[in-house]
Nanobody, 125 residues
Framework: QVRLVESGGGWVQAGGSLRLSCAAS????????MGWFRQAPGKERVFVAG????????DYTDSVKDRFTISRDNAKNTLYLQMNSLKPEDTAVYYC??????????????????WGQGTQVTVSP
């Protein structure tokens, strides 16, 4: 079994930065693609960024390109999301997901096997 725990969320003013972390325990995720999703109140969970097992492939939704950077440290079993130039519309609960048995990321929530509990990010104007 795999357990994912997000951290690093919080409150920040527009233009600020946050770094989210997702620590995995249990089965080693070195061969699993991973991703970050977010869910705003009353809305569906949507894709933010994804990364392949060896960091060779990264993918971003258009609204965060050039502002967010996804990375991973397989030795530490940890996934990261560096968020810069934050905007109020980035406010959401952020979730990390792992695609067990898949090496490439996906933008579909159904393609992810494991999820964390989420961490709240609030960006004020």
């Amino acid at each position: 079994q795999v357990r994912l725990v997000e951290s690093g969320g919080g409150w920040v003013q527009a233009g600020g930065s946050l770094r989210l972390s997702c620590a995995a325990s249990g089965r080693i995720l070195a061969t699993a693609a991973m991703g970050w999703f977010r869910q705003a109140p009353g809305k569906e969970r949507v894709f933010v960024a994804g990364i392949s097992w060896n960091s060779g492939t990264t993918d971003y939704t258009d609204s965060v390109k050039d502002r967010f950077t996804i990375s991973r440290d397989n030795a530490k079993n940890t996934l990261y999301l560096q968020m810069n130039s934050l905007k109020p519309e980035d406010t959401a609960v952020y979730y990390c997901g792992a695609r067990w048995g898949a090496i490439e990321p996906s933008s579909r929530t159904d393609d992810y096997t494991y999820w964390g509990q989420g961490t709240q990010v609030t960006v004020s104007p």
